[in-house]
């Protein structure tokens, strides 16, 4: 009989202590469940990581208690956080914590639960006259139990009837009624209608996709992935909804991944709406749920409720037994990647738990990432094409406005063609969305004048300016140089580094069109909890003008009256110290340009620009995604960068500079020592973004062919180096950002 339980504490680092499953618990007990454990004079929480015959280890002390009283961890799942650990450098416990809700994992709230009442017999006329003579507001309350003809919530009785709850005590005691406990849901949707949708009847692009899709789903072997490639607007979405419902008609459940960002109550509303013609419950999954909220979604999903999940990044650990199919969409989202430990890319993790479902997983993108795009030619994935917009809408027509003509100054982040498109536009009635790139904390040097951005010699990546030092820095190669004064291009003062806030944009908008109806929508503007949804509300009824945004507004949003976007300022992403600026940049243009001329109109994208010859720019102008991509991976093979390479990214942190730069020059050498053959490591350097929250940060780049032999290089250095108190290190295993 097993009877002793390996328990792993949280927080503990990776040290499972043994204890005894006292014979009570015997049945409650398994790889997977959540234990309070009692440690010296506390009690842990932990989590069963195997059941035990034997243990020879003396004077073992019990387990405390049951959390939840099943084991809540899937047997695969458990699996995937080895697997988690082991490829990202990061403890079991680390890896096991993303795999429950912190409100499941600790058990901080339970489910709710409300009394209701039932008739415990037939009610007759006679019945409640009787009663009304003698008890007339027990006589109400009894109509009241009635009237309802099923159990019913005793609250909702109460403002029926208008008696209190204590009247419902006296029937029970009477032998009227029964009161019964029962769960009830707390749902983030719980107050919102769906009205029912069917199946588009979809045109012979989507019928092929669908196929594709289909086949994949009765495949007996675990299929390729697929890589969904169809261009904004292209209804990849209805090829979700129809793929799904095939999944669930084998008895299957499905999961869908989505950006935090594009989980807006337009996609959540559209799975509720279609999935409620066939009656079936969708799960949703994301950050911005209560507690209580959380708690039951996850509950639904758990129990086998719910057999459609649709969340964020943590969801592709959501627990569905049996999933039939996983979907990514917006799989080349850099969201998608957590940037705290385990610093998982969630689309990675989901192409690995399908492979070991042996279920199919599409990821869809107007703009696949290059890594995607890379096992696609490598044979690894199955493209599936999308290429025309629904209905024909065509795609919307992409001006670039060469920034280096315009005059300099604050008023010069809008250009002439700029002001006059927006004012045709405000004149016919019709929407406009300009777009701020905030991405990169302008820490590049850019010539005003020439457009001229300061670029590593070996690497190719916009060089960091480090105002301390006054000096350029590359933090993938090592190499540093000193600041110019002139633009080392067209002799310029007019070199600097550049910035400008959606505050600032909205101001001058403001100051432009003084009449406009005008919204921000960004991360400062959006922290109140309705904002999101109240702003986009507000914008679909006509009722705004002018929206200027971030990121936030690139994705996913379906705005018929939208005929003009304006992208501010498309090089700021461009000159961020990172090699895929150039991807981010078409993809983001990609996806603002896919904003404007989702309606019957035609749609029109106007791109400021200081480097307007830049391929990512042109090529986005074209609506070019090959063109793009082919000129991409050969500077991504030339320079040796992911996919032809895989990267780890070490930081060093520290209060103290002189620390941070010396572990850092340590950890080199000694990493140095230990690489095999194949993996270069590079110099010490200030990361770009050198001090961050009172910490100076340096870094340490490792390239080669295996993940594997990187991480475990990484490994045996942390694990033999003696850090100093204040001295932290992270291993980031496949860097999205650098
Ligand atoms: P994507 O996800 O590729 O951007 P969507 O799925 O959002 O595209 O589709 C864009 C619009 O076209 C949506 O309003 C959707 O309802 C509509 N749509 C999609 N497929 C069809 C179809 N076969 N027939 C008519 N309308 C469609
Ligand atoms: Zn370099």
């Known amino acids: 009989m097993p009877s002793f339980a390996r328990v792993l504490p949280d927080k503990a680092g990776d040290r499972a202590l043994d204890y005894i499953i006292p014979p009570h618990m015997a049945e409650m007990v398994a790889p997977g469940s959540r234990v309070k454990v009692p440690l010296r004079a506390r009690l842990l929480q932990g989590t069963v990581l195997e059941v035990l015959e034997d243990s020879d280890v003396p004077g073992l002390k019990e387990i405390h208690e049951v959390m939840g009283g099943q084991p809540l961890i899937l047997p695969k799942l458990f699996e995937l956080a080895r697997w988690i650990s082991d490829y990202y450098c990061c403890s079991l416990e680390a890896a096991m914590s993303c795999l429950l809700p912190q409100v499941v994992r600790q058990a901080q709230v339970s489910a709710k639960k409300r009394n209701f009442a039932r008739a ?5 006329d006679d019945d409640l006259e009787k009663l ?18 099923k159990p019913t919530a005793i609250t909702e009785l109460c403002q029926t009837a208008g008696v209190s709850e204590g009247v419902f005590r006296t029937l029970e005691e009477k032998g009227w009624i029964a009161i019964e406990q029962e769960e009830v849901a707390r749902d983030p949707h719980a107050g919102d209608t769906f009205i029912p949708t069917q199946d588009l009847e979809l045109n012979e692009e989507q019928a092929l996709a669908l196929e594709a899709v289909k086949v994949a789903i009765a495949s007996p072997t675990p299929p390729r992935p697929i890589l969904l ?13 129809q793929s799904i419902k095939a999944v669930l008609a084998q008895g299957r459940s499905a999961l869908v991944l989505v950006p935090e960002i594009s989980l807006t109550p337009q996609t959540v509303e559209r799975f509720k709406a279609r999935f409620a013609a066939l009656q079936q419950e969708v799960a949703v999954l994301h950050s911005h749920l209560a507690a209580g909220e959380r708690h039951d979604e996850w509950y ?10 649709i969340g964020a990044r943590s969801a592709v650990f959501a627990p569905l037994e049996s999933p039939g199919i996983i979907i990514v969409d917006e799989e080349h989202e850099s969201s998608y990647k957590q940037e705290e430990t385990p610093r998982y890319n969630a689309r990675d993790v989901a192409v690995l738990r399908a492979q070991r479902e042996g279920c199919p997983i599409v990821l869809g993108s107007a703009t696949p990432s290059i890594e995607s795009w890379h096992n696609v030619q490598n044979g690894k994935y199955q493209l599936v094409r999308l290429a025309q917009r629904v209905d024909d809408r065509k795609m919307p027509v992409i001006r670039i406005v060469d920034m280096r003509k315009t005059t300099k100054g604050g008023e010069s982040a809008f250009s002439p063609p700029l002001v006059t498109a927006i004012e045709s536009r405000l004149k016919k009635g019709e929407q406009t969305i300009l777009f701020l790139n905030r991405r990169g904390f302008s820490t590049t040097m850019l010539c005003e004048v020439c457009g001229h951005v300061c670029e590593c010699p070996n690497c190719s990546v916009a060089l960091t300016y480090h105002r301390d030092a006054s000096q350029l820095a590359c933090h993938i190669c090592g190499h540093t140089e000193r600041a ?13 580094h550049a910035g400008i806030g959606t505050q600032k944009v909205e101001d001058i908008v403001r100051k432009i069109f003084p009449k406009a ?31 200027v945004g971030t990121q936030m507004i690139a994705k996913g949003l379906h705005f018929p009256n939208v005929t003009l976007v304006g992208i501010i300022n498309a090089d700021l992403g461009l000159h961020v110290p990172d090699f895929r600026a150039g991807e981010r940049t078409f993809q983001l243009l990609t996806q603002v340009a896919g904003r404007a001329g989702r309606g019957e109109m035609e749609g029109e994208v106007l791109v400021q620009s200081y480097t307007p010859t830049s391929p990512s720019i042109q090529f986005a102008r074209h609506h070019d995604f090959e063109g793009f991509v082919e000129q991409e991976m050969e500077f991504r093979e030339r320079f040796h960068f992911p996919p032809f390479s895989r990267m780890v990214l070490v930081t060093v942190r520290s209060e103290s500079r002189e620390k941070a730069e010396f572990t850092t020059q340590t950890f080199v050498r000694r990493l140095r020592e230990v690489t095999p053959e194949g993996i270069a490591v590079s110099e010490a350097t200030p990361a770009p973004l050198e001090k961050a929250k009172g910490y100076y940060r340096f870094q340490t780049a490792l390239r080669g062919t295996s993940t594997r ?11 033999a180096l003696p850090l100093p108190e204040d001295v932290f290190i992270v291993a980031d295993v496949d860097p999205v950002q650098l």
């Open 517 to 547: 109806r005008i919204a921000r929508m960004d991360a400062d503007a959006m922290s109140r909890k309705d904002a999101y949804r109240l702003t986009l509300g507000a914008f679909k009824k006509g009722e705004i003008d002018i929206l």
């Open 300 to 309: 639904k999903v758990r129990s086998g409720k719910a057999k459609i999940v």
């Open 120 to 124: 415990l017999r037939e009610i007759t």
């Open 484 to 496: 110019p004064k002139v633009c080392p291009e067209c002799r310029d003062p007019g070199i600097r």
């Open 132 to 149: 009304a003579a003698k008890a007339p507001r027990q006589a109400d309350a009894l109509n009241a139990v009635q009237q309802a003809g």
């Open 229 to 241: 490639f169809g261009v904004t607007g292209s209804g990849k979405t209805e090829i979700y909804l």
């Open 709 to 719: 032999a990187m991480s475990r290089a990484v490994q045996t250095v942390l694990h």
